[in-house]
Nanobody
Framework: VQLQASGGGLVQAGDSLRLSCAVS????????MAWFRQAPGKEREFVAA?????HYADFVKGRFTISRDIAKNTVYLQMNSLKPDVTAVYYC???????????????????WGQGTQVTVSS
């Protein structure tokens, strides 16, 4: 399974971005897909996941939406009303053995994309 993340960039506060994660090697309908992020000097943290339905970290607070297009075998993370505190490298991850209790743990995922940088300026 290979994951290719894209869509990051440098934007201003209040802007929106849509990250994409294109998957090859297995259909995403058989995978739990997730987004994590890692800010400078911080540990990687869970952002959102799509199992049978979307799940979000508490800090998302309605600003992000995870979705998937099975026909394109791609998962998206729509990020709105961006603030500088979301600046980080965003990674997509996938695994078939994820449960509700492991969904937010990066160690539970076997497959990772290369990361895409999101930088929000004030």
């Amino acid at each position: 399974v290979q994951l290719q993340a894209s869509g990051g960039g440098l934007v201003q506060a209040g802007d929106s971005l849509r990250l994409s994660c294109a998957v090859s090697g297995r259909t995403i309908s058989r995978l739990v897909m997730a987004w994590f992020r890692q800010a400078p000097g911080k540990e990687r943290e869970f952002v959102a996941a799509f199992r049978w339905n979307p799940h979000y970290a508490d800090f998302v607070k309605g600003r992000f939406t995870i979705s998937r297009d099975i026909a394109k075998n791609t998962v998206y993370l729509q990020m709105n009303s961006l603030k500088p505190d979301v600046t980080a490298v965003y990674y997509c991850a996938a695994d078939s053995g994820i449960t509700l209790s492991t969904m937010s743990k990066d160690t539970a995922y076997d497959y990772w994309g290369q990361g895409t940088q999101v930088t929000v300026s004030s």
